[in-house]
């Protein structure tokens, strides 16, 4: 079926519609049988699961929609956003006047545009009159529409392109933007690329899609139209929600705690980092697994066996469960291993300072800065993950041990610090903790409060800390474009026992380390340090 609807089936479709006075449809393949009938109502159509038609990374689905309107009308608002939904090659509306011959229709379609694909509504005419080759054209719309997504998207080494959401009941529309940047942050660590962006504040949240149906519906057309192949909640959803969410869109759905768990896997290098990271990733699947129900399982019971067995999703879990314990277990051999080095450091009286603070406040640099060595650092968020330990040397053969941590960051979840034990458990044994603080970050004093809640929830809030603003080879840029921010962290630095630095040069840490000299060795004199 080269045009997009013979004559005769037109005409039948018609007929049919205007005897049963109800919307008659078909959806036809590109080979040009028909794959579906659906009969509706007065006012239109519910379409069928179409999962013998997956869209995967395909832009269109290989279906097109033709259908009847009873009282010739127009496309509706309803055709579109199922055109744009579903990803039809095609959309077409009949109809006719009653005792009369003539069948009108009108042609929809997605279209290529700068910001991924619009739809396209032709008007109304003959059906004779319309001319389209659907076997040529359609190929050639679906090349014109891949290489618009291309075009939309940025280039670089993004591995997927998302649409970013945040729904909240709480807090200030600023508050809401700021967790939205990190969101970003957190994307652009993941190489995720995001292409727009949607932020409500409803009166109540929608249990099944956290934000409304409708504006649930327009996300996902939005995504459709850019490109998306994935969705990024900056709240962390429910399993119920990701089922709701899912069952409306084809793209993957994830929330702000399976990105950042995500960053995790990627990052963490030791034997440590890597068996904490896959702990907390199950712990965070096994509620989240679903599955299809016992009709649709595997049997597993075997010779012998008696009833319907487990089904695959039992299995699934019962997998996972038994993971998790021998994690736990190799969890806790290698935390003996790290007391016997503790001990050994507390025998020694070499005091201990632990690295803490917002992450991307500069820590690793700082600790590279501070002992001439070259943990890795980069401007990501999570950069580091594994916990490093070096020796700082001060003059008359002094040292101390000192320790980079994990960085925080507004809601993790308290599952993913608890499988940082090895962070947690060098924080706790340290003397004192080094608070790094993003001087240059226009709400750096929210994040110290942030980096204290989670400090206090840990119950390391009573340990003795030293605030370090660092970046301060910013502030100069800051002065010039925010007066009131610039004299906001001077005031801060003033009114709290702290250093101001810059980590990237090695002079500007001689207020940090005199300071560092004064409490641990407070009955000498503080004795000049070359850097």
Known sequence: MAEFCSPELAARLVEISSDLRRQVGILVNRAGSVEYVIVGDEKGLVIPDLRDYPLGKRVLRGLRLIHTHLKNEPVSEDDLTDLSLLRFDLLATLTCSPGKPHIYAQLAWLSPDQHGATTTVDPIDLLERIDIDCVHVIPELEADLEKAARTATKTGEALERAIMISVTTSGTRQEAEDSMAELRELAR???????????????????????????????????????????????????????????????????????????FARRAKTLDGKVQVELAQLKYLLPRLTGRGVQMSRLMGGIGGRGPGETKLETDRRRIRDRIASLERELKELSQGRDQRRKQRVKAGVPIISIVGY???????????????????????FATLDTSTRR????????????????????????????????????????????????????????IVQVRTILAELDLGDKQELLVYNKS?????????????????????????????????????????????????????????EL
């Open 189 to 263: 660590t993941a190489q995720v690329e995001a292409l727009d962006e949607f932020i409500q504040r409803p009166k109540t949240l929608n249990p099944r899609f956290l934000m409304g149906e409708g504006m649930m519906r327009d996300v996902v057309i939005r995504a459709m139209q850019r490109g998306a192949s994935m969705l990024i909640f900056d709240q962390e959803l429910t399993p119920a929600q990701i089922r709701c969410i899912s069952a409306m869109t084809e793209l993957k759905v994830i929330d702000r705690s399976q990105l950042i768990l995500d960053i």
């Open 359 to 381: 992450t991307n406040a500069g820590k690793s640099t700082l600790l590279n800065a501070l002992t001439k060595s070259d943990v890795f650092t980069e401007d990501l968020l």
């Open 392 to 447: 700082l040397r001060f003059p008359r053969e002094r040292e101390v041990i000192i320790t980079d941590t994990v960085g925080f960051i507004r809601s993790l979840p308290k599952s993913l610090l608890g499988a940082f034990k090895a962070t947690l458990e060098e924080m706790r044994d340290a003397d004192l903790l080094l608070h790094v603080v993003d001087a240059s970050h226009p709400r750096f004093e929210d994040q």
């Open 473 to 529: 080879d910013l502030l100069d840029e800051m002065k010039k474009k925010d007066t009131v921010a610039f004299l906001r962290v001077r005031q801060s630095a003033r009114t709290q026992l702290s250093a101001t630095v810059s980590a990237r040069d090695r002079k500007s840490l001689k207020p940090l380390m005199d300071e560092l000299q004064r409490r641990f060795w407070p009955e000498e004199d503080v004795t000049q340090i």
